[in-house]
């Protein structure tokens, strides 16, 4: 990593900050994130070994700490890298504010695994929560299984095997509004964006989550 070679704080800050991924990464630990692979999982694009590269620089900050636990390798966020986290939700309300999503970075799996790290599964009625998410207009893989459970939240592009509690169509403009907090599930079901199949307790959950994001307000 080169520096700025300046004696001032914001260089400095950069010099961790600003490199390709690192604001990604820090947003992946915070939403609950602790092993390697999940940190992989909710950043498409990213190698094994930049994220190996990168996971390195943090901990010779002190922003990431790494604890071992027989073969399994664990990472967390330091006190300062909590703080960087929240100079990260900070940049992410700039980017909500001023920057338009381009229709071509609409990930529908991203937006999945993104919300299924914010929901807490102790608030769920049910131990196991199921829900198929079909995207229409959108190349395959464009059926997802949203699992949630005490174990962990997780997002999958095959069927997992356990009864569908119910079931969402949307297209990925739709998708991405709600996941945003950008539209209510109430506002796209009127319009016609939104088709939910599922009984009474999981479309009040459903529309629940859609205020999840911390940039809901951010506009």
Known sequence: MRGYGQYCPLALAAEVFAERWTPIIIRNLSLGCTHFNEIL??????????????LRLLERTGVVGRAR???????????????????????????????????????PYLALWTMSRMIDPATLPRPRVVVLFHVTGHCAPNRFWLVLTAAGNEVCVRAPGYPEDGQ?????????????GEATLAA????????????????????????????????
């Open 69 to 107: 636990a027989g073969r399994s390798t664990a990472y967390h966020l330091t006190v300062s890298g909590q703080e960087l986290a929240g100079v990260c939700l900070a940049l992410g309300a700039w980017g909500a504010r001023w920057r338009e999503v381009r229709p071509e970075d609409q990930d």
């Open 168 to 180: 969402v169509t949307t297209d990925v403009a739709g998708l991405i509004r709600w996941y945003a």
């Open 188 to 219: 796209l079901r009127r319009g016609g964006g939104m088709t939910v199949q599922a009984p009474g307790w999981l479309v009040r959950e459903l529309a629940g989550w859609g205020t999840l994001s911390p940039y809901a307000r951010a506009g």
């Open 41 to 54: 999982d909710g950043a498409p694009g990213l190698s094994r070994s930049v994220l190996s590269q990168r």
